[in-house]
């Protein structure tokens, strides 16, 4: 994905509390930077994505210290910088846990 592009999700929070958010990943070189923004408010601030070794070599990327309420929100993955590669990087999935 490259930057200025993003993927919406709808998702329900079971209960309000802080959570760590996963991210599967893969770059061919030094990565981007994203943001996952909940809600229309960014959540976690930038998030870079490593060398990974290949676009199809995944890592999985934790940010820690989300704060959710419970209910129903929507989450976009923000894609925010290139990295030297053009691209900021695959996504495989996120997980909220």
């Known amino acids: 994905m490259k930057a200025t592009e993003w993927v919406k ?3 329900t929070v079971a209960a309000t509390r802080t959570y ?4 599967r990943v893969a770059s061919n070189g030094a990565g981007g930077t ?4 909940v ?3 960014n ?8 060398t990974t070794g290949g676009w199809q070599v995944w890592r999985t990327i934790t940010k820690t210290g989300v ?3 419970a209910g129903p ?3 976009r993955v923000v894609m ?11 996504f495989n999935w996120f997980a909220i846990r």
């Open 39 to 41: 809600d229309g408010a």
């Open 20 to 23: 760590a958010v996963d991210v």
């Open 34 to 37: 994203f943001h996952l923004e």
């Open 43 to 50: 959540a976690t601030g930038p998030i870079t994505v490593p």
């Open 67 to 69: 704060a959710l309420s």
């Open 80 to 90: 925010d910088a290139n990295g030297a590669t053009g691209s900021i990087a695959n």
């Open 9 to 11: 999700y709808s998702v």
């Open 73 to 75: 929100h929507v989450v």
